[in-house]
């Protein structure tokens, strides 16, 4: 079952041709490592456009990221860590 | 998935596409994460409380799920499906870059609602190929940029354009002109037209119009002594006419109503819980009116019981607003006049008579009401540049942790976790 979450995270991120790429990060004191990108969406909250990624992890994880970029911050807000049975 | 095509004879005129999302909200989930493809996937409000379905995938389908489904029956069906709860903003978001995609085919492009969208092509593309070729070039972009599938029908206007989108799904092209619309519907049972629903087709079927063809060889004055002046529209319709105009993406639709709803996460006869929730419902539709600009007259108040038996009582008020307190003392009054003290599983306020326009209150004369005219501004100013959680009415805080899921009910919710492990509400 996803996780709700609303944890701070560190990203490592690659910006590329004018957009942003979350690479891994840490969480939990690991380093999750992405394998993909599965989707992208933004979402205005006041003035602000937050800019949301669903990602796959290395070992199959599902999470969603979300960016603000007002704060420069990254914020994890929803996990699926349990391996697909 | 490769689209499979349906055509029924060829056409000279303007072509019309409804694109249609196949199973939007589960696609979705299942597309942005990989463990959930080729499973049984349910959307709904948080899995942890009391909800309906709000979606579900092909492959839960078969179990005998449907969207507005109990989630407590939907469980028993299946079991074994993944409960995701949905994310409206998300949802929207894509649509929002489906609709960007359509628009690279065409400028005239109508959103008909979150996953499905009309397309008027342009005077170039008159025959049902050349249309078919750009509802698969669609079909193929929207596969390769959002991993999704989308069902699409073609014709000549909306109606025969709607109709045939659902001929074929998932994944199902069905290009249609008038004549290949009664070859495939006049067999069908006439609630299967476009805009007929259980209570118009019981009426039909009481002066024996059982079929689409039926409807379309019935005598024009009985069905105008029945129906009125939309009996020989019905007739119409059943031969595929319609004149309905695409009104494009760009070109702002006025709202007719404004309103929000919640399931209860138990069945309620706390007074004093279910005011809380009506504050709270009233702030969000007056707050959205607001933002869109909107004033209305007519309140409406929706109740629902454990019977799932539905109550909707409404009142004018005498003239247009958009203030919640307003809105929230004529829902209440509605509440204390009409609810019988039995246990309630939704409440929803609805603001409907709705024009463009300000919030007059012709009786801003009087230094109270201008100072909390002033105020309402001050917050909404607050709200549009800090997020709806910013300011929340009191009232309605009380039982925020208690409230259920409001599916696109919040206008942009944060959602917060406690350090007790508890969550908070969207609190818009």
Same mark, same amino acid.
């Given at each position: 079952?996803?996780?709700?979450?609303?944890?701070? #995270?560190?990203?490592?991120?690659?910006?590329?041709?004018?957009? #942003?790429?979350?690479?891994?990060?840490?969480?939990?004191?690991?380093?999750?490592?992405?394998?993909? #990108?599965?989707?992208?969406?933004?979402?205005?909250?006041?003035?602000?456009?937050?800019?949301?990624?669903?990602?796959?992890?290395?070992?199959?994880?599902?999470?969603?990221?979300?960016?603000?970029?007002?704060?420069?911050?990254?914020?994890?807000?929803?996990?699926?860590?349990?391996?697909?049975? | !998935?490769?689209?499979?095509?349906?055509?029924?004879?060829?056409?000279?005129?303007?072509?019309?596409?409804?694109?249609? !999302?196949?199973?939007?909200?589960?696609?979705?989930?299942?597309?942005?994460?990989?463990?959930?493809?080729?499973? &049984?996937?349910?959307?709904?409000?948080?899995?942890?409380?009391?909800?309906?379905?709000?979606?579900?995938?092909?492959?839960?389908?078969?179990? %005998?799920?449907?969207?507005?489904?109990?989630?407590?029956?939907?469980?028993?069906?299946? &079991?074994?499906?993944?409960?995701?709860? %949905?994310?409206?903003?998300?949802?929207?978001?894509?649509?929002?870059?489906?609709?960007?995609?359509?628009?690279?085919?065409?400028?005239?492009?109508?959103?008909?609602?979150?996953?499905?969208?009309?397309?008027?092509?342009?005077?170039?593309?008159?025959?049902?190929?050349?249309?078919?070729?750009?509802?698969?070039?669609?079909?193929?972009?929207?596969?390769?940029?959002?991993?999704?599938?989308?069902?699409?029908?073609?014709?000549?206007?909306?109606?025969?354009?709607?109709?045939?989108?659902?001929?074929?799904? &998932?994944?199902?092209?069905?290009?249609?002109?008038?004549?290949?619309?009664?070859?495939?519907?006049?067999?069908?049972?006439?609630?299967?037209?476009?805009?007929?629903?259980?209570?118009?087709?019981?009426? !039909? =079927?009481?002066?024996?119009?059982?079929?689409?063809?039926?409807?379309?060889?019935?005598?024009?004055?009985?069905?105008?002594?029945?129906?009125?002046?939309?009996?020989?529209?019905?007739?119409?319709?059943?031969?595929?006419?319609?004149?309905?105009?695409?009104?494009?993406?760009?070109?702002?639709?006025?709202?007719?109503?404004?309103?929000?709803?919640?399931?209860? &996460?138990?069945?309620?006869?706390?007074?004093?819980?279910?005011?809380?929730?009506?504050?709270?419902?009233?702030?969000?539709?007056?707050?959205? !009116?607001?933002?869109?600009?909107?004033?209305?007259?007519?309140?409406?108040?929706?109740?629902?019981?454990?019977?799932?038996?539905?109550?909707?009582?409404? =009142?004018?008020?005498?003239?247009?607003?958009?203030?919640?307190?307003?809105?929230?003392?004529?829902?209440?009054?509605?509440?204390?006049?009409?609810?019988?003290?039995?246990?309630?599983?939704?409440?929803?306020?609805?603001?409907?008579?709705?024009?463009?326009?300000?919030?007059?209150?012709?009786?801003?004369?009087?230094?109270?009401?201008?100072?909390?005219?002033?105020?309402?501004?001050?917050?909404?100013?607050?709200?549009?540049?800090?997020?709806?959680?910013?300011?929340?009415?009191?009232?309605?805080?009380?039982?925020?942790?208690?409230?259920?899921?409001?599916?696109?009910?919040?206008?942009?919710?944060?959602?917060?976790?406690?350090?007790?492990?508890?969550?908070?509400?969207?609190?818009?």
């Amino acid at each position: 079952m996803f996780e709700t979450l609303s944890d701070p #995270i560190d990203v490592l991120t690659a910006f590329v041709e004018g957009r #942003i790429r979350p690479l891994r990060f840490r969480w939990h004191g690991r380093v999750v490592r992405l394998k993909a #990108i599965t989707g992208e969406w933004t979402r205005r909250e006041g003035q602000t456009v937050l800019r949301h990624y669903s990602v796959e992890g290395s070992r199959g994880e599902s999470f969603e990221l979300s960016y603000d970029p007002r704060s420069a911050r990254w914020t994890l807000t929803r996990a699926w860590t349990t391996p697909p049975s | !998935m490769i689209p499979r095509v349906e055509v029924a004879r060829a056409s000279a005129t303007r072509q019309i596409l409804l694109i249609d !999302m196949d199973a939007f909200f589960a696609s979705v989930e299942q597309a942005q994460h990989p463990h959930l493809r080729g499973r &049984p996937v349910i959307v709904c409000g948080d899995p942890e409380r009391r909800g309906v379905v709000t979606a579900a995938s092909y492959e839960a389908r078969p179990s %005998g799920v449907h969207a507005g489904m109990p989630l407590q029956e939907a469980r028993r069906l299946c &079991p074994t499906a993944h409960y995701v709860e %949905g994310n409206p903003q998300k949802y929207v978001g894509i649509s929002l870059q489906l609709l960007d995609l359509y628009l690279e085919f065409t400028p005239d492009v109508e959103p008909f609602s979150v996953d499905e969208a009309f397309a008027g092509l342009g005077p170039e593309t008159t025959t049902l190929a050349d249309a078919i070729e750009v509802a698969r070039r669609i079909q193929s972009e929207i596969r390769s940029r959002f991993d999704l599938s989308a069902s699409i029908g073609v014709g000549p206007n909306k109606l025969v354009a709607k109709m045939a989108s659902g001929v074929q799904k &998932p994944a199902g092209l069905t290009a249609l002109d008038e004549q290949g619309f009664c070859d495939t519907f006049w067999r069908a049972e006439v609630q299967s037209m476009w805009g007929v629903g259980p209570r118009l087709a019981e009426r !039909m =079927r009481s002066l024996g119009i059982v079929t689409v063809g039926d409807l379309a060889h019935a005598p024009e004055g009985p069905l105008r002594a029945a129906f009125g002046i939309i009996g020989p529209q019905l007739r119409a319709a059943a031969h595929g006419r319609d004149e309905t105009p695409l009104i494009p993406y760009h070109r702002a639709i006025d709202a007719k109503s404004v309103g929000h709803e919640v399931t209860l &996460p138990e069945d309620c006869e706390d007074e004093a819980r279910l005011e809380g929730m009506l504050l709270r419902l009233s702030d969000q539709v007056a707050r959205r !009116m607001r933002s869109e600009g909107y004033v209305g007259r007519t309140i409406a108040l929706k109740l629902r019981d454990r019977r799932f038996r539905t109550l909707i009582r409404q =009142r004018a008020l005498p003239r247009h607003t958009a203030d919640a307190t307003l809105i929230f003392e004529t829902a209440r009054r509605l509440l204390k006049s009409n609810w019988k003290r039995d246990p309630l599983r939704l409440l929803g306020v609805s603001v409907s008579e709705i024009e463009r326009g300000e919030d007059s209150r012709q009786g801003a004369l009087f230094g109270s009401d201008q100072r909390s005219l002033r105020l309402r501004s001050a917050l909404d100013r607050l709200r549009d540049r800090l997020g709806e959680a910013s300011v929340v009415p009191l009232g309605s805080l009380r039982y925020r942790r208690e409230l259920g899921h409001v599916p696109f009910g919040a206008v942009s919710p944060s959602r917060d976790r406690r350090p007790d492990g508890s969550r908070d509400e969207d609190p818009a």
